[in-house]
């Protein structure tokens, strides 16, 4: 999951520290996206670990959770699968979304994993609306979906699908506040969405403990509502 340290940075390092009369720099560890391969070409079942829990995308099995649009008509329900997908020789958590009922009814998955870091990597996306990739097939690879130490700047592919489009994230904001229905959050993490086959962008809002809390796009503001995580007495 690591890359080598660029050749620019490290003559730069190198530099610095002819510079230091005689005495080296302090070393700094690695932080926020800083050597990871991204996408990540060949995960390693080894890398990853069974659970889910980055606090800003937690996903334990059985929790569902409701979104509201900012026109209070539409409402989006999403739900983590307890069954355990494998894609790319990967065991992977899947999250299901629903939106709408009836024939207006859409459904997505999406499947997750989280390595040894605590870095959350997406897999796979089933959406017959937006088209479907899986890491591993035809070129895809799994992508970045959450690092375990956001830093503002920070920018990465979420998902590289050749002939089908790319996603790619920016860190906006790790220290935002948000307010909705369902509760007030601090040290939210603020992230910008793009595609380059996309004329706008999104921005999605993260909260330490909850995960998704606010998502603002071209298809208007949706606001979680209502979380239910079992064994949460909170949940409703």
Do not use: H
Not at 35 to 63: H, M, Q, R, S, Y
């Amino acid at each position: 999951m690591r890359s080598r340290v660029p050749a620019v940075l490290l003559a730069g390092i190198l530099g610095l520290a002819a510079t230091g009369c005689g005495s080296a720099p302090p070393e700094i560890d690695p932080t926020g996206i800083d050597e990871l391969v991204i996408p990540t070409p060949d995960p390693a079942a080894a890398d990853f670990v069974a659970e889910v829990d980055n606090p800003l995308l937690p996903l334990p099995p059985g929790e569902t959770r409701r979104y509201r649009d900012d026109a209070g008509d539409r409402v989006l329900r999403v739900k983590v699968l307890t069954e355990v997908r494998e894609v790319a020789g990967v065991a992977t958590t899947v999250v299901r979304s629903v939106e709408g009922r009836g024939a207006a009814r859409r459904t997505s998955e999406r499947s997750y994993a989280q390595d040894r870091d605590g870095n959350v990597w997406l897999f796979a996306v089933t959406d017959p609306a937006e088209g479907s990739w899986q890491a591993g097939v035809a070129g895809a690879e799994a992508g970045l979906a959450m690092p375990a130490e956001p830093r503002v700047g920070d920018g990465w592919a979420r998902a590289v699908v050749p002939g089908a489009g790319d996603e790619y994230v920016t860190v906006l904001e790790v220290d935002d506040t948000r307010s909705t229905p369902y509760a007030d959050y601090d040290g939210v993490v603020v992230l910008e969405e793009s595609s380059p086959d996309q004329p706008t962008v999104t921005r999605a809002a993260y909260a330490p403990g909850a995960g998704l809390v606010e998502r603002d796009g071209s298809g208007g503001t949706w606001t979680l509502v209502a979380q239910d995580r079992p064994g949460d007495s909170r949940s409703g």
